[in-house]
């Protein structure tokens, strides 16, 4: 028997994020990376999602100084379906200052024993990144059982639509191998692969020019 594809929600909009939707955004984006590969790898398997919630807690503190750096998506009652982080050009790349003070928040998600890989996973990343200014998109995520009804779209779109309008490019890595056709959809090219060290997993990072 044939599955029937997901029709679209309605009734929704995107706007940048409120300070006081920051643990509900955080809860939904742990729900929605419960079974990522680079947080499973990353993230010690007791009390999983209550640690990747704390994470996102913390990546949100990380660019809310940053102008539209959280979306959402948001019914008109206002319940959220979707979340981005977004860096500009230039500014994908946290002070030192501010990645010093995240240090305890970190050690709680990832726990001292997860710490040192955690960072190999950062350091890692930063050398794949691209040097050419872009919009860099860390993380989307929509909420458990609303995937494939457009919400993922609609948060990109708005993004997408302002780099084409400015001529800007846009870089993504993406840690689920089933996600790249959803983002090439979007306009987004495979570039290469970035292989975790110590046997993690692969991501794939994405250009969209």
């Known amino acids: 028997m044939s599955r029937r594809p997901a029709e679209p929600l309605a009734g929704y909009g995107i706007r940048p994020a409120r300070p ?4 509900a955004i955080a809860a ?19 009390d999983r999602e209550r640690r990747i919630a704390r994470y996102f807690r ?7 100084p940053r102008p539209g750096g959280v979306r959402v998506a948001v019914t008109r009652d206002g319940r ?30 990832f726990g001292l024993r997860g710490m040192p890989r955690a960072g190999e996973v950062q350091n890692t990343m930063h050398e794949a990144h691209p040097d050419t200014p872009h919009w860099y998109l860390p993380t989307v995520g929509t909420d458990r059982g609303l995937q494939g009804m457009g919400v993922g779209s609609a948060l990109l779109r708005q993004q ?6 400015l ?15 959803f983002y090439e959809g979007l306009g987004f090219r495979v570039t290469g692969e970035i292989r975790l060290p110590g046997g993690g997993p692969t991501l794939w990072p994405m250009w969209r020019g």
């Open 20 to 23: 006081s939707e920051s643990a």
């Open 28 to 46: 939904l984006l742990a729900r929605a990376f419960a079974d990522d590969p680079v947080m499973a790898w990353m993230v010690p398997a007791f």
């Open 58 to 64: 913390l990546a949100q503190r990380q660019q809310r």
């Open 80 to 109: 959220l379906l979707g979340a981005a982080l977004w860096s500009g050009p230039g500014c994908w790349k946290t002070s030192a200052v501010r990645e010093l003070a995240a240090l305890p928040g970190y050690a709680r998600v």
């Open 160 to 165: 997408l639509a302002e780099c084409d309008r």
């Open 167 to 181: 001529g800007q490019p846009a870089y993504l890595e993406s840690s689920n191998i089933t996600n790249v056709p």
